[in-house]
Nanobody, 126 residues
Framework: QVQLVESGGGLVQAGGSLRLTCTAS????????MGWFRQAPGKEREFVAS????????NYPDSVKGRFTISRDNNRNSVYLEMNRLTPEDTAVYYC???????????????????WGQGTQVTVSS
């Protein structure tokens, strides 16, 4: 069992930056691939970033590539999402998720994640 808690959301002006943190409970955090997703009102949950267990491989959709960076610190049981050059289109609730144990592919698909945080709101004003 893994419990995830996100923090770091808030209100920021367009062009600004935010850093989200997700802290996990559980002794086996380092064995999980981790991901960030977001969901805006009236829209489906959207993949934002993923990182494999050893932090060696990351993946992003084109919508955030070059602006967002995912990282993890297995010693701190934490995964981070650094978001730069934010736009109003980035406004959403951001969720941290832990992938099903042993799964290292299909990390852009929400159904491949077994554990989810409660989400943190990110609002970007124009």
């Amino acid at each position: 069992q893994v419990q995830l808690v996100e923090s770091g959301g808030g209100l920021v002006q367009a062009g600004g930056s935010l850093r989200l943190t997700c802290t996990a409970s559980g002794r086996t955090f380092s064995s999980y691939a981790m991901g960030w997703f977001r969901q805006a009102p009236g829209k489906e949950r959207e993949f934002v970033a993923s990182v494999r267990w050893n932090a060696g491989v990351t993946n992003y959709p084109d919508s955030v590539k070059g602006r967002f960076t995912i990282s993890r610190d297995n010693n701190r049981n934490s995964v981070y999402l650094e978001m730069n050059r934010l736009t109003p289109e980035d406004t959403a609730v951001y969720y941290c998720a832990a992938c099903r144990p042993g799964l290292e592919y299909g990390l852009d698909t929400p159904s491949n994640y077994a554990y989810w945080g409660q989400g943190t709101q990110v609002t970007v004003s124009s």
